[in-house]
């Protein structure tokens, strides 16, 4: 692939933190120590997700005397999505890391990341190869979900829960999340044509604090990874799902009257068999399809049009002298 121009500019790391207050040293150290002797500017910016064991003061501290650290503070818990969100918001690098918070993640695995940036890569996702988590807790439900999402996404990553990624800013420029989408950022790049590389990383058995997360998490991700199909292929064309199943509707009702018809030459009365009543729901169901699909349609050319916004992403443009 073809070698881009360096990134030389300002690096930002962002790290959302929930009731981590006994990792928040050690991590900032860490990661002080790594960029400092990367010889370019950076910064570091804590989002505190309305912590309420004293991370707060912590984070206020480390600020108070380390001008390259800026903290954001919610007013509560709004879940590591929303941090994510908030980190990309503020951050001014050019490239922009985000990492856990709870010192699992290994900053000094940064500058191989950096690497594959300047080889002209625009994110490049750490896989946690050998990761320090309980197996069957949180290790196999992750092989499981991160096998579904590369299937369903065609982005091929070992890793998507991993929060240790590099991005390009201009990739995640514009782009939104909710829910709990953070996890799917290397899909939302890909939707805007990014170069996505994967590298093994470091990955630390937790010492302190406790996870957030238990198995209810593959719920959600089966919940968001049906959001994120969808947006990839019917967000600019839902008529095109919703008609397809009206269309299935329709059929179905076609096939239960002319069955009903059928059975009736062999003697059995309509009010005998639930034959005519599938009909109509399958009718009725397939007139509701078609209308959600107009609605859906509507709603989109109204999202596009009234915030002027283009279907289309330009790489570049040679404009004649």
């Known amino acids: 692939m073809a070698v881009e121009k360096p990134l030389t500019g300002l690096v930002t790391v962002m790290v959302p933190v929930f009731n981590e207050v ?3 040293g ?4 860490a990661t002080r120590q790594v960029m400092s002797e990367l010889g370019r500017p950076w910064e570091l910016i804590f989002i505190n997700d309305g912590s309420s064991d004293g991370s707060d003061r912590k984070l206020d501290e480390i600020a108070a005397h380390d001008a390259n650290v800026r903290v954001l503070h919610f007013r509560r818990n ?3 999505t929303a941090a994510m969100m908030a980190g990309f918001d503020h951050a001014k690098g050019e490239v922009i890391i985000p990492m856990d918070g709870d010192h699992q993640n290994d900053p000094t695995d940064i500058p191989r990341m950096l690497e594959k940036i300047n080889e002209g890569y625009d994110v490049v996702s750490g896989w946690r190869k050998d990761r320090q988590d309980n197996a069957l807790q949180r290790n196999l439900p992750s092989i499981m979900a991160n096998r579904l999402i590369s299937r369903v996404s065609g982005v091929a990553l070992h890793d998507f829960g991993c929060s240790l990624k590099a991005y390009r800013a201009e990739v995640i420029e514009g782009v939104r999340l909710y829910g709990e989408m953070h996890r799917f950022l290397p899909i939302y790049a890909k939707w805007h044509g990014a170069r996505i590389t994967e590298i093994p990383v470091n990955h630390h058995a937790r010492t302190t604090g406790s996870s957030k997360y238990g198995l209810e998490r593959v719920v ?3 919940f968001d990874l049906l ?9 600019l064309k839902p008529m095109y799902l919703f008609g397809f199943w009206s269309l299935i509707f329709f059929l179905a009702s076609l096939a239960f009257v002319i069955w009903t018809f059928y059975m009736r030459t062999k003697g059995y009365f309509f009010t005998a068999t639930p034959l005519p009543m599938m009909a109509v729901f399958s009718f009725m169901t397939g007139v509701i399809c078609g209308l959600m699909g107009l609605l859906a349609e509507m709603i989109t050319r109204t999202f596009y049009e009234a915030q002027n916004k283009s279907i289309y992403i ?3 443009s040679r404009v004649p002298k």
Do not use: N
């Open 22 to 24: 006994e990792a928040i």
């Open 227 to 235: 959001t994120v199909k969808f947006m990839d292929k019917f967000i």
């Open 26 to 29: 050690p991590l900032y150290e």
């Open 314 to 316: 330009l790489r570049s």
């Open 78 to 80: 709004f879940g590591q």
């Open 220 to 222: 959600k991700v089966i």
